[in-house]
């Protein structure tokens, strides 16, 4: 018997539990949600609510959306959510949104956002990209023999890192490596204060440099660069500002891996050059030639986690979009056929591929989803995608929905790509076309 009864109570505890496991998954799935929600104007969204929320929502104007066919007033509608919570939108403004857990306690405060679609060009142009950095950056250290035959390493001695950038001498800005190089020759030996950018972090370090044996000259045992230079594809411009997008991730350095902080930056014309076609555990890459002084398209302002941005500095053309197309909001993507523009001749073509995988992101984050190149022309050209083809656009039904920005070491044909809704909000421009607009000069 008390056999019996200790299963039973068992298998109750086991059901509460079980129960109380998927109250607070769809608890914690609600309190997940981003704070603003973006539905574009006229859409229908569903949202899948399998608790009895009671919800609360109050619109900044009449007419704005429904919930569940019920229209939100300035003075607040209350609703049982029902499963699904269907979303349908009139008008352009914000309504508040609150949920509240079997109608009396509040778990979430949420924003939506009724939009015009942002629209921007799509690019697919081979871009050359210069960049040159806040002062110099150190990547790499070494010791060297001095004057007097002993080995001396004073920047590791003063506990200068890696990746750090050097950004001034005793209150002097750096311009470049030689002039790093002129600064040191002119202390003669003496103690130098060096101010360092490290992250987020200004640091100033004290440092004596020391004469080398091998030319006469002051150093600290420190490699430093001041530019970096490559090719890629521009993403997508705003014709009305100017403002452009290009990559889909940040420029880092090729010895650090960090990434790079701006002081300035171009864009330029680029000339295909050559292609080296990718195969499994050798990423392929697409060389291009470009000249500075004729060919400049534009400046780099910010180098981010989510590519690079800044204003076009002339008018260019898609050929194959004349005029802006909308850029998806990140439900709207979904898995199946779509195309990347990109250039691997002459001029940009459109070429198929698949989206297999789409992340489930509510803020900004890269590898926002997989695809794969299936397109027969541009894997005999290229193997699928290859260095140089970051920021590729990727159309589908007739919406910018991604940027190609890493291949797949492993299989060249697959690769990651992020919502272009990302990049566009990383860009600053907003719906509408609330921007300011930029005189552009050659």
Known sequence: MWDRHKVALMAVILVITIASAAVLYEINKVVSMPGEYMVVEGEERKLNLNLPFGILATSESEGILLLNGMEVTTRGTSISSGNPLLIQTTAIGNTTIEFRLF??????????????PVKVVPGGHSIGVKLYTQGVLVVALADFTAIDGKTYNPATEAGIMI????????????????????LLGGCKGQEIKMEIKRGRQTLIKSIKPVKSQEDGKYRIGAWVRDKTAGVGTLSFYYPETGVFGALGHAITDVDTGLMLSVEEGEI???????????ERSRPGEIRGIFFEEQNKLGNIERNTEFGIYGILSKDIENEYYREPIPVA????????PAYILTTIDKRIEKYTIEVQKIANQYYPEPKSMVVKVVDERLLE?????????SG??????GRLVGIVTHVFVNDPTRGYAIFAEWMVQSAQIESGGDTTKVDKTE
């Open 103 to 116: 109608g009396l306690i509040p778990i979430k405060r949420m924003t939506v956002s009724v939009i015009s």
């Open 163 to 182: 990746g750090d950038s050097i950004i001034g001498i005793n209150n002097t800005k750096i311009r470049d490596s030689d002039h790093v190089i002129q």
């Open 392 to 397: 590729s656009p990727i159309i589908q039904d």
């Open 329 to 336: 909001l990140r439900h709207q993507v979904k898995e199946g």
């Open 381 to 389: 050209a290229t193997g699928g995608i290859v260095q140089g083809m």
């Open 268 to 278: 330029l014309e680029s000339r295909i050059a050559s292609i080296q076609k990718g």
